[in-house]
């Protein structure tokens, strides 16, 4: 078996493309990898290397070229997430975020408001964090309780947020709260600036993985927000948010496409090196068969990933429930695939000399958030069960 990485497919994709890709597998490879598993480690907030990635138009991908973004296309940025999270799943994932936080931010904010933030957001030199959960309304997040009540010119925000990703490191809090009536059409969405007067932070989580970045509960108690942060109109929040997780969808699961593809890599270079009853391990069928099955269901997840972002490019009013069926798809497979580079590599695997035990703790959060896979069933049979349209 030879030691060269494991080629992935290109057939399907322009040159455009494939420059964006190359683009950012050499950015990892100079930025990321010498410090991954150091910011893993001492849990480090990389900020520099992220406004690198922002020099290169990583932070605002599919934001307009008009407000400073890079005018991508969702595909594009998959590509791109692919590549990052192959080095490092954590800090791809938070800029992940960071742009789907940023493009609900420009495409719903007030023409004053989005150009004088904009900019700032889709170069990373301000970054921004999505505020949904909270303690009482996860999977049902339409039930949140933060409450913004009209007072003159501004709105008045009380409640709290939890697991709040960046928060405590990033400059723009994207924040759902109530306006009016229970239910999804009483939410509405507001950009705050993350330092106003009444906002507080949590500890810093002690988390599984994801240790490059900060998770935190955020509180508001009394803060006031100008009438001109309201993101669309009263009531459209909840539209929003769910607007922005379709995208975020899709980069999670780029995130667990790369990590996958970075644990397959690593096996596969294991498996050409490792001796035991006097044979490499390549040489076990077993463990062919098990590198077969990793790589078929990566590049199963992949196309499903590549097929959802065509839709969401397209408008396709289907895009949702495709959205969500490569996220479920393409997170667990990723997750199963970290897990078995794991164990071919044996003890090593579990030890943190090794990046296999990293990659797996880091891609096991996205079968959780921004919708749990468990919700992503319930999309794809509400659709199923309500349109009987054939998902085609
Ligand atoms: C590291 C990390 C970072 C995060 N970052 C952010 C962020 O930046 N912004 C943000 O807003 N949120 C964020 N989240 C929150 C995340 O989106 C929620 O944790 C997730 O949506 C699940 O909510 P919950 O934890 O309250 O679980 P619950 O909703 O309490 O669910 C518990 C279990 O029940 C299952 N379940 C619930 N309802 C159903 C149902 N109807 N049918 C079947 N099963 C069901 C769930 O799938 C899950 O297995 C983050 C979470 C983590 C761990």
């Known amino acids: 078996m030879d030691m060269h990485a494991f080629p992935t497919p290109t057939t399907d994709l322009g040159e455009d493309q494939?420059?964006?890709?190359?683009?950012?597998?050499d950015f990892a490879q100079a930025e990321f990898a010498p410090y991954a598993a150091h910011w893993d480690t001492d849990s480090e907030f990389p900020r520099e290397a992220i406004a690198k990635a922002g020099e290169l138009g990583f932070c605002g991908l599919y934001v307009d070229e008009a407000v400073g973004g890079a005018g991508l296309t969702r595909l594009d940025a998959a590509i791109v997430f692919?590549?990052?999270?192959?080095?490092?799943?954590?800090?791809a994932a938070f800029i992940s975020i960071h742009n789907m936080a940023t493009?609900?931010?420009?495409?719903?904010?007030?023409?004053?408001?989005?150009?004088?933030?904009?900019?700032?957001?889709?170069?990373?030199?301000?970054?921004?964090?999505?505020?949904?959960?909270?303690?009482?309304?996860g999977s049902d997040a339409a039930s949140l309780?933060?409450?913004?009540?009209?007072?003159?010119?501004?709105?008045?925000?009380?409640?709290?947020?939890?697991?709040?990703?960046?928060?405590?490191?990033?400059?723009?809090?994207v924040v759902m709260a109530r306006t009016g009536q229970d239910g999804a059409g009483g939410i509405s969405a507001f950009a705050v600036s993350a330092d106003a007067q009444g906002i507080g932070y949590g500890r810093k989580e002690d988390k599984l993985g994801w240790h490059s970045q900060p998770t935190r509960?955020?509180?508001?108690?009394?803060?006031?927000?100008?009438?001109?942060?309201?993101?669309?109109?009263?009531?459209?929040?909840?539209?929003?948010?769910?607007?922005?997780l379709d995208g975020g969808r899709l980069n999670i699961s780029a995130c667990s496409l790369g990590a996958a593809q970075g644990a397959l890599d690593a096996a596969r270079r294991y498996m050409g090196e490792r001796r035991q009853f006097?044979?490499?391990?390549?040489?076990?069928?077993?463990?062919?068969?098990?590198?077969?099955?990793m790589a078929t269901q990566l590049v199963a997840a992949r196309q499903m990933v590549h097929t959802a972002a065509r839709k969401l490019d397209a408008r396709s009013s289907d895009a949702t429930v495709w959205c969500a069926m490569?996220?479920?798809?393409?997170?667990?497979?990723?997750?199963?695939?970290c897990n078995e580079a794991l164990q071919i590599?044996?003890?090593?695997?579990?030890?943190?000399?090794?990046?296999?035990?990293?990659?797996?703790?880091?891609?096991?959060?996205?079968?959780?958030?921004?919708?749990?896979?468990?919700i992503m069933r319930v999309i794809i049979a509400r659709h199923l069960l309500n349109t009987h349209e054939e998902l085609r």
Not at 18 to 25: F, I, P, Q, S, V
Not at 360 to 365: A, S
């Open 145 to 173: 309780k933060t409450r913004a009540e009209r007072d003159g010119d501004s709105y008045v925000l009380n409640g709290s947020k939890a697991f709040i990703s960046g928060a405590g490191v990033t400059d723009v809090l």
């Open 103 to 137: 493009w609900m931010f420009t495409a719903h904010a007030q023409p004053s408001l989005r150009d004088a933030w904009g900019p700032a957001l889709a170069s990373g030199e301000k970054l921004a964090s999505y505020c949904l959960t909270e303690p009482g309304a």
């Open 217 to 244: 509960s955020v509180s508001f108690d009394g803060v006031r927000v100008s009438a001109d942060h309201l993101l669309g109109k009263e009531g459209e929040g909840f539209r929003i948010a769910m607007k922005g």
């Open 326 to 337: 490569a996220k479920r798809f393409a997170t667990d497979a990723g997750f199963a695939i």
């Open 82 to 91: 692919e590549e990052l999270a192959a080095i490092d799943p954590s800090t």
């Open 18 to 25: 494939l420059a964006y890709r190359k683009a950012a597998r």
């Open 278 to 293: 006097g044979k490499k391990l390549a040489e076990f069928q077993g463990l062919q068969f098990k590198l077969a099955d």
């Open 345 to 374: 590599h044996g003890g090593y695997g579990y030890i943190r000399e090794y990046p296999i035990e990293r990659l797996m703790r880091d891609c096991r959060v996205h079968q959780i958030l921004e919708g749990t896979n468990e």
